[in-house]
C-alpha cells in the first residue's frame, strides 16, 4: 500500500542519519543511485526526502547504507516535498540557484510561454542531469539539465 506523508520531520531525520551512513562507508551518491538502479539526481532527492522510491530499490538503498527495515520503510512513504524554508536560502549553492531565478526567472517565463503558450514545466515528470565540463578559458564549468514536461493549460 502507498503512504504519504504530512510532517516532513521523519524524513528529515532520515535524510541526516543516510547521509551520516554515507560519509562513514566512503560513498558517493553515483554508488547509492547505482544500488537503487534509478538515476543519481532522482536517488540523492529521495535519499534527502523529496521523492519516494519503490520497494526493492529502497530496500537496496538501505542495506547499503546499513540502515534498518523501518528506515528502507520510511524511505517508500511519499514525502512531504520542499526542502528550503523560510525565504531567501543562505547556503551559498542553493543561494545561486536563487539568484539565477531572480534574474532569469522572468526570461525562462517569457521564453517558455513564447515557443510553448500557456502552461507549466513539470517538476513530476522531469529529468535533472549535472556534468562538469572544462571551461575554455580555463578552470571547470556546471552543465545543469532541467528536462520536465510541458503541461499546458487546459480551460474548463
Known amino acids: 500500500m502507498v503512504h504519504a506523508q504530512f510532517d516532513p520531520t521523519a524524513r528529515q531525520t532520515l535524510a541526516t542519519t543516510a ?29 534527502l526526502g523529496q521523492h519516494a522510491l519503490p520497494e526493492q530499490p529502497a530496500k537496496a538503498v538501505a542495506e547499503l547504507l546499513g540502515l534498518d527495515d523501518d528506515a528502507a520503510l ?6 512531504t516535498r520542499g526542502s528550503i524554508e523560510g525565504g531567501i536560502p ?8 536563487y539568484e539565477m531565478l531572480q534574474v532569469y526567472g522572468t526570461t525562462l517565463k517569457a521564453l517558455v510561454h513564447e515557443e510553448f503558450g500557456d502552461g507549466i514545466i513539470s517538476a513530476i515528470n522531469f529529468k535533472l542531469d549535472v556534468k562538469k565540463v572544462a571551461d575554455p578559458e580555463g578552470g571547470e564549468r556546471a552543465v545543469i539539465t532541467l528536462d520536465g514536461k510541458y503541461l499546458p493549460t487546459k480551460p474548463f
Open 19 to 47: 547521509v551520516e551512513a554515507k560519509l562513514r562507508k566512503d560513498l558517493s551518491w553515483q554508488q547509492i543511485a547505482d544500488a537503487a538502479g534509478f538515476s543519481v539526481a532522482f536517488v540523492t532527492a529521495a535519499v
Open 90 to 97: 543562505t547556503d551559498p549553492t542553493i543561494y545561486r540557484f
Open 74 to 79: 520510511l524511505l517508500q512513504t511519499i514525502p
